[in-house]
């Protein structure tokens, strides 16, 4: 069977978390989005663990919760400030490993992601040692991420290196993106949300698709070790372009510059302030090749943009998060099944019929590959222009200052 899944999200429980993440409210708002299967996130959090108890018991590390099911995961913060994700088998998996690392956490009852003072290498070892899956979490992104910190896995990783079986992408990447690093080929790509709400915009707005016998954990883990026949035939996430760390930009004034300037001008903005290297640039860096070359195992990567972005463009409101995008999107999703339902497979003249003429051309637009993005960086998002908006945004602007002005818009 064919199941979309997304692995990595935080729960209340977690710093900076919506508090209406828990449980109950993913489980309602997956299949929303199409999603089958969602990791738990946080599950090293008492709390969490008593609300993931909650949920109906499948096998020892599967759960469900109306019609969403669940397998337990967690994102660490090492010592180094790079940050790694899990997945366990079952809940005495979770309480063991739980036990190894409390004397190097401070935090482990505080906060769903809790830092704990070891390297990547211990960590790993540690997780070997209860059968759970581990590899770095948003590989590229500039503050707290494995490429962040180091030049190599195994620079992370040393002995455990072939013990770690996938990366998480993150917002700013796609394969394309790291299919250029030669080390990363052997590794299963997950494209995950890292989201911290259950908000539309937020949720699945990156997963993968798996083939696999049963929506369980061991299928999941045997589709990411890519072995019995199970494997990811895709993976789903935003356009890089969309991330907040996309392009190097400066984080106070969000002026981007281009890798050769930003060097030059030692990382330092023309207002002063701090140039933060962008994903792309990091890549560049990294790149064993100039083109992507992709490993057989690869599979294809499908460019979203979240339907209630596109409404918000559409609609002409200021964010997704208005009343009036959420009734549009509400409309569309209750006809067609789901997000995924109305911005890949639903007849277009069908979804002209269910909602306004401008929504339907926008999502017309987004399947003709005619919208246009402007690049994120600096911690800002990148946005979606429109067709017809691109017209009147792009005069007279030259290649360089074009993005900035762009983005000031
Ligand atoms: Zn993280
Ligand atoms: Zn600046």
């Known amino acids: 069977m064919i199941i979309n899944a997304d692995l990595h999200i935080h729960s209340r429980y977690a710093t900076a978390t919506s508090d ?5 409210n993913i489980s309602l708002e997956a299949p929303r989005k199409g999603i089958d299967v969602m990791a ?6 008492n709390g969490w663990i008593k609300e993931i108890k909650t949920c109906n018991t499948i096998d020892d590390g599967t759960f ?16 180094h400030r790079v940050h790694h994700l899990f997945y366990f088998p079952c809940f005495s998996a979770v309480e063991e490993f739980k036990e190894k690392i409390k004397h190097f956490s401070k935090n482990l009852e505080t906060d769903g992601r809790p830092n704990v003072n070891l390297c990547g290498e211990d960590i790993a070892s540690i997780a070997k040692d209860y059968d759970a899956l581990v590899g770095p979490a948003h590989i590229f992104t500039p503050w707290t991420s494995m490429y962040a910190k180091h030049s190599s896995l195994s620079d992370c990783y040393g002995e455990l290196t072939d013990y770690v079986s996938f990366v998480e992408l993150g917002l700013s990447a796609d394969s394309d993106y790291a299919d250029k690093i030669k080390e990363l080929h052997r590794l299963t790509f997950l494209t995950n949300s890292d989201c911290h709400s259950p908000h539309p915009v937020r949720l699945a707005r990156e997963f993968n698709r798996f083939e696999v016998g049963d929506a369980t954990f061991d299928e999941i883990k045997k589709a990411i070790l890519r072995v019995g026949g199970n494997k990811p035939v895709l993976n789903v996430g935003l356009f890089p372009q969309e991330g907040k760390y996309n392009e190097s930009a400066c984080m106070s004034c969000h002026t981007h510059y281009v890798l050769e300037e930003a060097i030059r001008r030692r990382w330092k903005c023309r207002c002063g302030k701090k140039i933060k290297k962008g994903v792309r640039d990091r890549i560049e860096e990294k790149a064993t090749y100039k083109e992507p070359v992709h490993p057989d195992h690869r599979p294809p990567y499908l460019h979203l943009i979240p339907l209630p972005e596109i409404i918000t463009k559409a609609v002409k409101q200021h964010s997704p998060f208005t009343k009036t995008v959420t009734a549009r999107w509400e409309e569309l999703v209750l006809g067609f099944g789901n997000e995924i339902a109305v911005l890949l497979d639903a007849d277009l003249d069908e979804i002209a019929r269910a909602t306004t003429p401008a929504i339907a051309e926008a999502i017309r637009a987004f399947r003709e590959k005619k919208i246009r993005i402007v690049p994120g960086g600096g911690g800002r998002y990148g946005k979606i222009e429109l067709p017809e908006e691109e017209k009147v945004l792009t005069v007279s602007l030259g290649p360089q200052d074009h993005q900035t002005s762009l983005l000031e818009y």
């Not at 209406?20 to 109950?24: C, H």
């Open 64 to 79: 469900e919760m109306n019609g969403t099911r669940f397998i337990l995961s967690t994102e660490i913060e090492d010592r």
């Open 20 to 24: 209406k993440m828990n449980i109950e």
């Open 40 to 45: 738990t996130g946080d599950c090293l959090h």
